[in-house]
């Protein structure tokens, strides 16, 4: 009777460390999917915004012909939002989560988007961080460098 005793408390100690080495496990298989699905967001946010980029005149255009607000105002509801990006940009995307993700809803409820669409601008890649402006000299620059190097005339 005492050496099954002994046994049993043997066998509940061993029983505790594997559900405690089980629970040790999901909680980081816990945090590695909260990590994984943080850095999906981040990639999700900014591949939209390259949509948005890519296709901001054709969302203008279709806000603004849903557009009831008065002349210049540029407001359109969440809704008609979340329409316009994804019969523009791509319908199988959650709007309404990105729609909180970016920030888009003003404190009126509406979406000013003209002030959404301007947030977003191509900007030129330099050698030492992003820049818009002078974009068109480095281009320039770069250009020439590429030709002399390659010893061509500017005609070729």
Same mark, same amino acid.
């Given at each position: 009777?005492?050496?099954? %005793? *002994?046994?049993?408390? +043997?066998?509940?100690? &061993? /029983?505790?460390? $594997?559900?405690?080495?089980?629970?040790?496990? %999901? *909680?980081?298989?816990? +945090?590695?999917?909260? &990590? /994984?699905?943080? $850095?999906?967001?981040?990639?999700?946010?900014?591949? *939209?915004?390259?949509?948005?980029?890519?296709?901001? /005149?054709?969302?203008?255009?279709?806000?603004?012909?849903?557009?009831?607000?008065?002349?210049?105002?540029?407001?359109?509801?969440?809704?008609?939002?979340?329409?316009?990006?994804?019969?523009?940009?791509?319908?199988?995307?959650?709007?309404?989560?990105?729609?909180?993700?970016?920030?888009?809803?003003?404190?009126?409820?509406?979406?000013?988007?003209?002030?959404?669409?301007?947030?977003?601008?191509?900007?030129?890649?330099?050698?030492?961080?992003?820049?818009?402006?002078?974009?068109?000299?480095?281009?320039?620059?770069?250009?020439?460098?590429?030709?002399?190097?390659?010893?061509?005339?500017?005609?070729?």
């Amino acid at each position: 009777p005492v050496e099954e %005793l *002994v046994f049993l408390e +043997a066998e509940s100690d &061993r /029983a505790q460390a $594997r559900l405690k080495a089980q629970a040790q496990n %999901l *909680v980081r298989q816990r +945090a590695a999917r909260r &990590r /994984a699905k943080e $850095r999906m967001n981040i990639e999700i946010i900014r591949r *939209v915004q390259e949509l948005i980029v890519r296709r901001k /005149a054709d969302l203008f255009d279709y806000w603004a012909d849903m557009d009831t607000s008065p002349r210049g105002v540029f407001s359109i509801s969440p809704q008609q939002w979340r329409e316009g990006c994804a019969a523009v940009l791509d319908d199988e995307l959650p709007w309404v989560n990105l729609q909180e993700s970016l920030g888009v809803v003003e404190e009126d409820g509406r979406v000013h988007y003209v002030k959404f669409l301007t947030r977003y601008r191509v900007a030129f890649d330099a050698r030492f961080g992003l820049s818009a402006s002078g974009w068109e000299r480095a281009t320039w620059s770069k250009l020439m460098e590429t030709l002399l190097l390659a010893d061509l005339p500017l005609r070729e």
